[in-house]
């Protein structure tokens, strides 16, 4: 018998959001919004306060019961997906928000260490290069240890004026991404545009869009070792798996196994649990290494000078075991 028993595994949400954010953080939004009409109005990021206490009656009676109640041990916590809201006004809008959003995120953290990792939201902005991310990317890795990113092809909310995903227009955050080991969430934000509902249409459509973006495209022979997580259950595309390996096909593209699994994962955020099973005997689960070998890599991530968390120390002892929102990969 082994003198030290192997652990149990952690159960790791990979796609969880700060929904319940204190009310203050949507009235200073609302009156930076406000502000993008009137000059006379201030939206001064400093005059936003939001105490500990606040943000554990959020968690704690929401998130935090979620996750006792389930049995789930930690999630990977990033902003609220329709707050982003790329396309409200200008880059200093987008970087003001997102470096409050941001902040919070990893206040939850470090106020629950064994239950929560960062992961960053972007100042993306319409027609913006998204170079201008790299400096909130950094911060977030360097200050808060953020273990991944939130990334929105489409910033302009519904109306897709932004180059494919394979295009060299993101590769600047492609090679952030790589040298800090980052995997990306592919999450659109709101949608402005009437013909698609934000969480009905526009969410199901771009993670259904960008795996044929990618599909279409050689992006990762120019970066073999980048990740992405579409998220909501990839979309369509495990429901339509043999369309899509029929247009690999007429693509001259390598079987779907060869050109994106290596790379792209699915998680099993579709709200019910006949969709999951459905979901699984396409893509399964189980014990697939993107659970051991990724997550166990970002434990490396924490920021300079400190410490590593507790929760960095948890992931290295065991294995991950998919919840709702793990990684799954396909066949």
Not at 145 to 159: F, K, T, Y
Request: hydrophobic share 35%; aromatic share 8%; charged share 20%.
């Amino acid at each position: 018998m082994p003198t030290n028993p192997t652990r149990p595994p952690l159960i790791i949400d990979v796609h969880g959001h700060y929904t319940t954010a204190p009310p203050a953080l949507g009235a200073w939004r609302d009156l930076q919004m406000a502000a993008l009409k009137d000059p006379s109005i201030v939206a001064d990021p400093k005059a936003l306060k939001i105490s500990d206490d606040e943000i554990r009656e959020t968690i704690e009676l929401n998130q935090l019961a979620k996750m006792r109640e389930r049995g789930s041990d930690l999630t990977l916590f990033s902003p609220r997906a329709s707050f982003m809201a790329h396309h409200v006004g200008d880059l200093r809008t987008s970087s003001d928000w997102a470096a409050i959003c941001n902040e919070l995120c990893a206040r939850v953290s470090q106020l629950y260490p064994q239950h929560f990792v960062p992961v960053a939201m972007l100042p993306q902005s319409p027609g913006v290069d998204p170079a201008t991310c790299i400096p909130e990317l950094e911060r977030c890795v360097r200050d808060y240890g953020c273990v991944g990113i939130n990334l929105n092809p489409d910033p302009s909310g519904g109306h897709w004026n932004s180059p494919p995903l394979t295009d060299r227009h993101w590769y600047p955050i492609y090679e952030k991404m790589v040298e800090h080991e980052l995997p990306a969430m592919i999450h659109v934000s709101t949608s402005c545009n009437a013909c698609f509902h934000t969480t009905g249409a526009h969410y199901i459509n771009a993670d259904t869009t960008a795996f044929m973006q990618l599909l279409q495209g050689d992006l990762f022979a120019d970066f073999p070792t980048l990740k992405f997580l579409i998220p909501h259950g990839g979309g369509a595309a495990p429901y339509h798996w043999g369309r899509y390996r029929g247009l690999a096909q007429e693509l001259k593209k390598p079987l779907l196994q060869q050109h994106l699994l290596g790379n792209v994962f699915f998680d099993t955020c579709v709200y019910h649990q006949p969709g999951i099973d459905l979901l699984t005997k396409v893509i399964p689960g189980g014990q697939h290494p993107v659970c051991q070998r990724d997550d166990r890599r970002r434990a490396r991530h924490r920021p300079r000078n400190r410490p590593p968390l507790r929760r960095h120390q948890a992931l290295r002892g065991g294995h991950a075991q998919p919840h709702r929102g793990a990684a799954l990969q396909g066949l």
